[in-house]
């Protein structure tokens, strides 16, 4: 029928459609020349979208590819094949989805050497898609024809052009059936993971062996040859499709748990969610492919090959960086990394056989790392150490240290980890000695190597602390390690350009140092103690003379090092004292010599000089304080006030006398008051004396003292300490503190309040917060009690006064918890007037009113499940006020200026007030949700779903669609709609018609747009919406009312009620528009209550459908398919949990049925 | 409480056009004196002298009279003048020929010395809903004896 099912050939066609043909062809060769000179661009597009998109293109497709002298042109005859086979698949007769699938594989046979690769490999890549498409109908014999003709292709019987073609078209394949490359079809998810599953299971290992073959037919003729030669080209493809096969997931191969488990007794750890910046991935095939990766020798012929190419090349530097020799050292890389259950378990020889055969092979890239880090350095290329040193990452990832450091043992007199030190010293020697900016192959190959250290070092940490590096590794780690730091130092004094990266940047690469420091911390603790006071000595000696800057940085970065080295970043958790400091220096007895206390005694002792001013103004700088505020955050959270429990770990050194002094020196019967005291006079001067210096300030705020006040062992302490009342009592009264920034500001009041908990009782708690807030609050009432407030408050000193007020308060009511809520809901309940008076004089000041609404918003959030019923009532009065008043002002309200970047600023302050607003609604709805106050639900007096709803009545005419392009206040907005509808329909019923129909305006704008995550909250809302009325019809109620049946307007007009009009507007997007697959079934969930509810409606709809399909054949389709929709699987009309999901099914049946011909035009 | 304790006393008729205040309290949305001119600060980013010198603030702001865009760099600890803007509503009554308007105080006078603006789609702005009939209140901006219209709100038929 299509003139496909007959193979090749291409007579038989009459001159009428000959001539219809050619003109088709000279239209689409016309606007490929068009768009290629870009003239008229546009028209030329249309041209290409009506071959796409018309009906059974296929002739004309197939003409173009044979006879067009264009390129361009069959390339987008292929892309036309492919859009509309693809499109109307399910209607294809079987015959045809064959040919088409044939007509692309000879195509690209025939026209092998054609010099257009692009061409081929399009067609190539179309005749894989098609595959793919009818990879579960086709039998498994006509696989084996397509098949038979690849392999035939591959062995190299046609020749070199069609070998090479085979294996590109087997690449296609491949990346197709993979999931994370595989082109979309419009299909479920379920027909990918069936297609991946037959193909692992059935094929992919047979397509290796073909690779191989193919490979090993060439390899002869390329080693033999003097010149490059056209056997190169085939090589390289064949390498790459073996990498990319290796790089399949093999989800399919691993036999489920059981192989789980074998990877931890093979010594293999999984791959522990480890930041790096490599990849590696770690191949697991499965033990099926033992023969053709293990016994086949296919390593050896590997290594061979690329070691004899390589010495007949040795000469010509560019080698290295050939197609061939990149892709040979990539499958290399990868082999380096197979584990799993292809090794057997009861032969561990073999795999420590595979990874040595791999090494030597890897070997001449990285040994000698000296010379060959010169060689490079005179202009060698560097790729292939860089491959050299991921190939070790590779080893590393999969083996222990003990067995990566034997490996080695035998080629040479010492072991993989003093090689691994040694390559890493010469590449850090390198960068030390050039610090251009620019990214050169040293910077690469150190995050390679670093991140090898990394892999093999963390492998130890999770093991328990007994699989210590062999001692030749200890000593390769100490001395890299200085090497290391003494680099570090050089390089921060030398580069002047980003010197001002913050405390955070370097973070990744030092926890890296921090790993090899501590594989050997008898070295290199007292190394760093002695580096250290050398260093301050130095700053003392100089003071005054000379200018300290050098020594100031090398200080600098010292103080990160040894951060990262005593203490591990607590993201939240007890960071634990590391267990390499724990478990060594097991001589120690006293504790004034264990060197972890003397290196964190001396830096403490250096950090408080800066209480001296003198001391302060000559070393301390603001850079230098910033270090020392980091470092004492990081050391406090490990180190100080441990709590026996919490900080030790479950570990079995318990007894250990060095331990035991390691953990009670800074602990309260010792140090530890003493230190924190000092630590609490550092914050403050930090605060008070280093003005505008705003990275200072936030790190003391957020790093140091919220870190404290957040161990609540800590809190009993400070609380007793005069340092910390101090800080309280300027915090209060001192104006310096109002100069912080707004950020610190708050976080600061909400570290005093959150101190609160260290006190006896509760009552004393709240005490202390009122004592703390008060002044703040009296401030807010005595400022909006005075008479001249209006002028007043524009005045800039009363501006900053206020905005500093609120950062206050609103730090402080984040802060709420059981204990302090007593406190901080009267703080809120005494500033409510005064909150309101504000917004109403500074409704032109933007930033203050953005600041009054977050106050509100965090308020609420902190206090409202805790409040009782009449308490919950002035809260919600007092929001409702608030709303209106901030609506009373904004609607309406234009912003001229001249300015663009204002009046973008002044939408943008519209969008952050009305978030705000929208959040303050959602905490209001949650409520409902959590409420811990002592009333029982019945006495709850306030009806939180209709409050929230009159406040949705009040913002959402602020709410306009050109606000909703905001992501984040679309997010919010459709997120508490949706839930409302689903929560409460019944008081959406209620709302009058034009806040009903604002609403319900925004969802079905909110249908259309692009985010995923939107429109499945639309659809849930009118899941919602229908499954509502329905229920309530069937039980007799009213449901949505005269919402849902439409009426008729003064003018005679029908106005159709809202549920058909999303009827229609749901089956028109289902139908005719682009969306993902995942939303069919949250469409299903909701197209099924709306037909329920409008059964006349989509009867008709259904009908209108039908009656427009020209053709016969598709409209006896359509209506069976639209039969079956509603009642195939037995489909009821209930609203039960088991019809939504058999109508999903249904739906998912119908769009495939009927999408692709309806979307034809 | 301290003695440096906020008393709020209404500013006498001299008041100061312009306050200081330290730079390194200036944010993003705040006004700022750049050149002698009240300005609008849009974006404000901080820096060091040196790598062991001290914080600077770099403001880009905008004359919130004529748009134009004017910076500065200031040493975070040092003071900048802020300027006293003042915002005041007035409905609107009419709009005259020769391009003022007329202005309905609080107190129940009229003001009658301000400007249209000269831009024609701000005036455009303004004049289409005045000539639509509704009722409009303006919003005047004034700081360091200049004002200028800035708001227009439609407060609807009552």
């Known amino acids: 029928m299509l003139g496909f099912s007959n193979g090749s050939g291409g007579g038989g066609v009459g001159a009428e459609d000959l001539a219809q043909l050619q003109s088709t062809m000279r239209a689409i060769e016309l606007a490929c020349s068009y768009i290629q000179i870009n003239s008229n661009p546009v028209a030329a597009e249309a041209t290409i979208l009506s071959l796409h998109q018309s009906p059974q293109p296929y002739k004309a497709c197939r003409y173009i590819l044979e006879n067009s002298q264009v390129a361009n042109a069959r390339f987008q005859a292929a892309a036309a094949i492919r859009e509309s086979a693809i499109r109307e698949w399910s209607f294809l007769a079987t015959d045809d989805k064959g040919g088409l699938i044939s007509f692309c594989l000879g195509y690209v046979m025939q026209h092998a050497n054609s010099s257009e690769g692009y061409v081929l490999s399009k067609v190539s890549s179309v005749a894989a898609q098609l595959m793919k498409r009818g990879w579960l109908e086709f039998t498994p014999a006509q696989k084996e024809v397509f098949f038979y003709q690849i392999n035939q292709a591959i062995l190299g019987s046609h020749g070199l052009d069609v070998q090479f073609i085979g294996v590109n078209f087997l690449e296609s394949l491949v990346s197709e059936f993979s999931p994370s490359t595989s082109s979309a079809m419009g299909l479920p998810r379920e027909f990918h993971e069936n297609c991946r599953k037959s193909l692992e299971q059935n094929f992919l290992k047979s397509f290796y062996q073909w690779a191989q073959d193919a490979a090993l037919s060439v390899t002869s003729k390329i080693i033999e040859s003097h010149s490059s030669v056209p056997e190169v080209k085939v090589c390289n493809a064949t390498l790459r499709l073996m990498h990319q096969i290796l790089n399949w997931e093999f989800p399919y191969s691993k036999g489920g748990t059981r192989a789980s488990i074998n990877v931890f007794s093979d010594g293999i750890r999984p791959d522990n969610a480890l930041s790096r910046k490599t990849e590696c991935v770690i191949v697991q095939p499965g033990a099926s492919w033992c023969d053709v990766l293990l016994s086949s020798s296919h390593v050896g012929w590997l290594i061979n090959f690329y070691s004899s190419v390589r010495q007949k090349f040795d000469l010509e530097g560019y080698w290295l960086d050939c197609p061939v020799a990149v892709s040979a050292r990539k499958l290399i890389v990868q082999l380096c990394s197979l584990a799993g259950e292809i090794f057997p378990s009861n032969n561990v020889q073999m795999r420590d056989q595979h990874l040595l055969l791999l090494l030597t092979g890897v070997l001449p890239w990285i040994d000698p790392p000296d010379v060959i880090s010169k060689e490079i350095e005179e202009g060698r290329s560097g790729s292939e150490m860089i491959d050299g040193c991921r190939a070790l990452l590779s080893i590393g990832t999969v083996t222990t240290p003990v067995v990566f450091d034997q490996l080695l043992r035998s080629l040479r007199p010492f072991g993989t980890l003093t090689l691994l030190s040694m390559l890493m010293g010469e590449v850090v020697k390198v960068l030390m000695a050039n610090s251009t900016d620019e990214e050169t192959w040293s910077y690469e190959a150190r995050d390679i190597l670093l991140d090898t250290w990394t892999t093999l070092l963390t492998s130890m940490d999770g093991s328990g602390g007994n699989a210590w590096l062999p001692p030749e590794g200890i000593h390769a780690a100490a001395s890299l390690f200085s090497l290391i730091v003494e680099s570090e130092l050089k390089a921060t004094t030398e580069d002047d350009a980003d010197c001002l990266a913050s405390v955070s940047a370097m973070d990744e690469r030092l926890g890296s140092y921090a790993l090899i420091a501590r594989a050997a911390v008898d070295a290199t603790i007292p190394f760093l103690a002695k580096l250290f006071s050398d260093h301050v000595a130095r700053l003392h000696q100089g003071r005054g003379t000379v200018d300290p800057t050098e020594t100031l940085e090398e200080v600098y970065s010292l103080l990160l090092i040894i951060g990262h080295v005593l203490a591990d970043e607590g993201e939240g958790e007890t960071a634990l004292v590391p267990d390499a400091l724990q478990s060594h220096f097991v001589d120690v007895v006293e504790a004034n010599n264990h060197p972890v206390v003397v290196l964190s005694s001396s830096i403490i002792k250096f950090a408080e000089q800066c209480l001296d001013a003198e001391m302060r103004s000559s070393i301390f700088s603001p850079r230098l304080m910033e270090a020392v505020i980091w470092f004492l955050a990081r050391w406090s959270f490990t180190y100080l006030l441990l709590v026996e429990e919490c900080n030790l770990g479950s570990n079995k050194l318990q007894s250990l006398p060095s331990r035991a002094c390691l953990f009670t020196y800074f602990n309260e019967h010792n140090q530890g008051k003493f230190v924190l005291d000092i630590i609490v006079r550092i914050s403050l001067t930090s605060l008070t004396s280093y003005p505008g210096e705003k990275d200072l300030q936030e790190l003391t705020c957020f790093q140091l003292l919220h870190a404290l006040v957040r161990r609540r062992n800590i809190c009993f302490h400070l609380l007793s300490l005069d340092s910390w009342r101090n800080l309280a009592n300027a915090f209060a009264n001192d104006k310096t503190l109002f100069l912080l920034n707004s950020v610190s500001q708050r976080s600061l009041a909400q570290t005093l309040v959150l101190s609160a908990y260290g006190m006896r009782s509760s009552d004393a708690s709240n005490q202390y917060v009122k004592d703390l807030m008060a002044h703040m609050t009296s401030s807010l009432v005595d400022l909006s009690n005075s008479s001249d407030l209006k002028n007043l408050a524009q005045q800039p000193d009363i501006i900053m006064l206020v905005s500093c007020v609120l950062e206050r308060l609103r730090g402080a009511a984040s802060a709420t918890e059981p204990r302090t809520q007593r406190a901080i809901y009267e703080m809120g309940l005494s500033v409510m007037n005064p909150v309101l008076r504000l917004l109403e004089v500074y409704k032109h000041e933007s930033a203050v009113i953005y600041l009054l609404l977050k106050f509100v918003v965090d308020w609420v959030d902190g206090q409202l499940s805790y409040l009782e019923a009449h308490e919950t009532a002035v809260v919600i009065n007092f929001c409702m006020s608030l709303l209106q008043i901030y609506s009373s002002h904004n609607i309406g309200k234009i912003s001229l200026s001249l300015s663009s970047t204002l009046l973008n600023e002044a939408k943008t302050e519209k969008y952050k007030d009305l978030r705000a607003l929208l959040q303050l609604l959602s905490h209001l709805c949650s409520k409902d949700m959590v409420d811990f106050s002592s009333d029982s639900i019945e006495t709850q007096s306030t009806n939180i779903s209709q409050v929230v709803y009159f406040g949705l009545h009040i913002i959402t005419p602020l709410i306009t669609l050109e606000l909703l392009k905001y992501p984040k206040l679309c997010f919010d907005y459709f997120s508490l709609i949706s839930h409302m509808l689903e929560v409460y329909p019944e008081t959406l019923a209620q709302l009058n018609n034009d806040a009903f129909s604002h609403v319900l305006t925004t969802v079905d704008f909110g249908l259309h747009q692009q985010d995923v995550d939107i429109v499945t909250m639309c659809l849930r809302a009118l899941k919602a919406l229908a499954s509502y009325h329905y229920k309530e019809k069937n039980a007799g109620n009213s449901g949505l009312g005269s919402h849902a049946a439409g009426h008729t307007d003064p003018n005679g007009v029908f106005h159709e009620g809202i549920l058909s009009r999303f009827l229609r507007t749901l089956l028109h997007f289902l139908l005719f528009e682009d969306y993902s697959t995942d939303l069919v079934s949250t469409a299903a969930d909701a197209l099924f209550p709306l037909i329920l509810c409008e059964p006349n409606l989509y009867q008709g709809l259904g009908n209108e459908l039908i009656e427009k399909q020209a053709n016969p054949n598709f409209k006896t389709r359509l209506a069976n398919a639209l039969q079956v929709l509603t009642t195939s699987n037995q489909l009821s009309s209930s609203l039960d949990r088991l019809n939504y999901q058999r109508f999903r099914k249904n739906l998912n049946n119908f769009l495939v049925e009927v999408r692709g011909f309806l979307k034809t035009r | ?158």
């Open chain 2, 1 to 158: 409480m301290s003695d440096e304790e906020h008393h709020f006393e209404s500013s006498d008729a001299g008041a100061s056009k312009t306050y200081p205040q330290q730079a390194g309290t200036i944010r993003k949305n705040g006004y700022i004196v750049i050149k002698n001119r009240p300005c609008k600060v849009v974006e404000v980013s901080t820096s060091k002298t040196g790598k062991h010198g001290h914080a600077k603030c770099h403001f880009v702001a905008i004359d919130i009279f004529t748009s134009k865009k004017l910076e500065d760099i200031v040493p975070s600890s040092h003071n900048c003048d802020v300027p006293h803007v003042n915002r005041t509503d007035y409905q609107l009554i009419d709009i005259s020929e020769d391009g003022y308007v007329s202005l309905l105080t609080d107190n129940g006078s009229t003001k009658d010395d301000l400007k249209l603006p000269n831009d024609d789609t701000l005036l455009q702005q303004i004049k289409s809903g005045f000539d639509d009939g509704k009722d409009l209140v303006v919003s005047v901006m004034s700081a360091m004896g200049e004002e200028q219209i800035n708001a227009l709100k439609d407060i609807g038929p009552k």
